[in-house]
């Protein structure tokens, strides 16, 4: 069924490649031993607004757009009752205090203005009058895009041809703008709305396009290591991503706001990586409380798109991708993107090589002005050397060359990746709006390898064991919240109410031969014994066991953006969850098996406040907790109980020009009940009783002068 499927998905793609309409340019960079040749189109840079201002005279109101460097719009007007409203694709609404600007009365005969981001790629601009609609006419300048209202009330002519009247084709105007390079402004990770990030008192770390596509990124974790208190450890053998954050491992990454299920993850249809550190069970539920790594993937566009890309390395690395995008239809009402990567790759290592498909297409439908849809799926099949790496030895590591395999020439890990997910949002009004979610997830790996499991350091003998894990896990979520924003008094509010749904089953077997009967290796002198995975297929000659575990979580969740004043605000807010896990355990060649459950109850808080005494300079503290399911086993096959996080805060966020911010955070987190291997058979868990990790980090990004931009990080 998947196979079939991914053949349709091709297809797909394929006839989206016939059908876009490109114009081409190329280019060729070569950044260290990789040389890319790229052939593009360039569309419209998402045009960054930066500010607002109204400028009433005696006869009309001036709304002005602020922008700065070269682009084109499109401005798509209409009229709805007493209501002027333009829509405004490829552009996006960077206010340095809010997400949005509203003005109420600011003539005697307009009772609202407000422009606001309704999608991530478009800001609507909505003028309402007091009787009938006003009369608009679009102007360029010099500061950017200006509106200049009329109330009917006050015409006394017809209206003049740079008015745009209901149901007019739209307009295009060269307005000027430029993008946010090194540094980005806003995130929705931190809060799940579109939130500046000097107004989220926690440390937000923001991993743009641009530097993604100035370091030439295909791997997660290259990107991280642009953010403080992130490392890579373990890796299992290569296969997959695994991270630790601010001292603790996280193995939580999201897509969209999705957990993903652990493996190697792909970058190609990644447009920014938002990184949340401490505690974020409150938004996402079951988190570590070292933080979060939450993958912003790329949206489809309105104007056609295209991009090819080839990197070749050294080590017989190639990798072609595609991106691209455009319209469906004349309205652009149906839109697509479609991602495709290739990647194939030997290593320095002895033994040790990879192959890698991916393709994700995305489809996008405005049903209505007020209705959007999009829906994507997505393929992933990777096949690479299982490889440990070089032993320890002593206080170091051995010393062999770095060229050497440990394991069997043979040892392998396959994985294939399935997703099918759709999103829904209703905007009831510009102050109250609708969203749902759903995705599916399937993971199907085999690997094989010569596990290492003790070394004599006098005669260089490695014991190991030849085994297999054989996986196959699925993950239902759903997501559904309302996002409300409202007054009372001069206090403003942006209340976010919702909740969560998953399920993850998991059907892991371990399969593997008897103690002593995989052949040892000598790390100065190896003799490799060609091991295949017929060698398990003796039910006489292996063990092992097989566990069957299904998890159910509900969450349900409350939090409050409060504005007393421009300059101080509040975050608070809370989740109550519900976890049920059930675990089926079975020894190898037994007639019977186990079975053990688990159920738990959690709140977690948080709260935070934000004081900023100027404009550039945000001070924050903040108190949050964390809760996750343990998936740790004892031996007897019962589950741990839940892990328990808890995180104090504070710091300083400065925006020390317009393209140049800065972070310094301080923090304490605790972690009770944490699973650990067990001293007399590590492949269960027993509990522990606490960890605790503090530290102070330093993030600087953005641009220091014209040309030279920066991204640094320093933390202890």
């Not at 998947?2 to 797909?12: C, G, K, M, W």
């Not at 602020?66 to 829509?87: H, K």
């Not at 759903?478 to 009372?488: M, R, Y």
């Not at 349900?556 to 101080?568: E, G, M, R």
């Amino acid at each position: 069924m998947v196979n079939q499927l991914t053949r349709l998905i091709f297809l797909t793609g394929i006839f989206s490649l016939l059908i876009a309409c490109p114009s081409w340019a190329e280019q060729t960079a070569v950044r260290g031993n990789h040389e890319t040749q790229t052939a593009q189109i360039t569309p419209s840079s998402q045009l960054q607004i930066t500010e607002v201002r109204l400028n009433p005279t005696d006869q009309e109101l001036e709304i002005i757009l602020e922008t700065e460097g070269s682009e084109q719009l499109q401005p798509v007007s209409r009229i709805e009752g007493n209501s002027y409203i333009a829509n405004i694709p490829n552009a996006q609404l960077r206010l340095r205090s809010s997400d949005e600007f509203r003005a109420q009365n600011p003539t005697s005969d307009i009772t609202v203005v407000s422009v606001t981001n309704i999608t991530s790629n478009t800001v609507r601009v909505t003028v309402t009058s007091t009787e009938t609609p006003p009369q608009v006419a679009l102007f360029d300048s010099d500061e950017g895009l200006i509106f200049s209202v009329t109330p009917t009330t006050s015409i006394t002519q017809t209206p003049q041809a740079s008015e745009t009247p209901p149901d007019q084709d739209s307009i295009e105007l060269l307005v000027t703008g430029e993008e946010d390079g090194y540094s980005i402004p806003n995130a929705t990770t931190g809060t799940r709305t579109d939130t500046p990030l000097r107004d989220t008192p926690q440390s937000i770390q923001v991993i743009p396009q641009e530097v993604l596509e100035d370091q030439r990124v295909t791997r997660l974790t290259d990107a991280l290591r642009n953010v403080s208190g992130v490392v890579q450890i373990g890796g299992f053998g290569g296969t997959t991503d695994q991270l630790n954050i601010r001292g603790f491992d996280a193995y939580d990454i999201l897509s969209d706001g999705f957990q993903v299920i652990p493996g190697f993850t792909e970058t190609a249809n990644v447009e920014q990586i938002e990184v949340l550190k401490g505690p974020a069970s409150i938004l996402y539920g079951q988190i570590s409380p070292g933080g979060i790594v939450n993958l912003v993937t790329k949206k489809p566009l309105s104007e056609p798109y295209f991009v090819t890309d080839l990197s070749i390395g050294s080590f017989s690395f190639y990798r072609p991708t595609i991106d691209i995008s455009g319209p469906l239809n004349p309205e652009k009402t149906l839109l697509y993107r479609l991602n495709i990567a290739y990647e194939n790759s030997g290593s320095f290592r002895d033994f040790v090589n990879s192959e890698r498909f991916f393709i994700e297409p995305v489809f996008a439908w405005e049903i209505s002005d007020r209705t959007d849809l999009s829906i994507n799926l997505s393929y992933a099949y990777d096949n690479r050397t299982f490889d440990r790496g070089v032993v320890a030895f002593g206080r170091g590591i051995a010393d062999i060359p770095i060229s050497r395999f440990l394991g069997e020439p043979d040892d392998n890990s396959e994985v294939e990746t399935f997703g099918v997910g759709y999103r829904l949002e209703h905007r009831f009004s510009e102050s109250l709006t609708l969203r749902n979610a759903f995705q599916f997830i399937s993971d199907d790996s085999l690997n094989y390898r010569a596990e290492p499991l003790e070394l004599d350091e006098a005669t260089g003998e490695l014991i190991r064991n030849y085994r297999s894990n054989d996986t196959y896990a699925e993950t239902y979520a759903l997501q559904t919240d309302i996002v409300g924003k409202f007054a009372t008094g001069s206090v403003q509010h942006t209340l976010l109410f919702g909740f969560d749904f998953s399920r993850q089953t998991s059907d892991y077997t371990r399969t593997q031969l008897l103690p002593e009967l995989t052949p040892s290796i000598n790390v100065f002198n190896p003799i490799y014994s060609f091991l295949l995975p017929s060698a398990l297929a003796d039910p006489t000659t292996r063990g092992g066991f097989t566990e069957i575990t299904t998890t159910d979580e509900l969450g349900i969740f409350l939090q409050n953006q409060v504005a007393f004043s421009d300059n101080l605000k509040l975050l608070v807010g809370g989740r109550f969850d519900i976890v049920d896990q059930g675990s089926f355990f079975q020894e190898a060649n037994s007639a019977s098996g186990s079975d053990s459950s688990n159920y738990a109850e959690a709140f977690s808080p948080r709260i935070g406040v934000v004081y900023q005494p100027i404009q550039p300079i945000s001070l924050y503290a903040s108190y949050s907790r964390s809760f996750q399911p343990n998936f740790g086993q004892r031996a007897d096959g019962s589950l741990l109980e839940p892990e328990r996080g808890t995180q104090y805060e504070v710091g300083i966020k400065a925006d020390l020009n317009n393209g140049l911010s800065a972070t310094l955070a301080a923090y304490e987190i605790t972690k009770t009940n944490i699973a650990t291997p067990d001293p007399n058979d590590p492949d269960f868990s027993i509990p522990i009783g606490e960890q605790r990790s503090r530290g102070i980090e330093l993030d600087i990004a953005g641009e220091i002068l014209p040309g030279w931009n920066i991204l640094a990080s320093y933390f202890i």
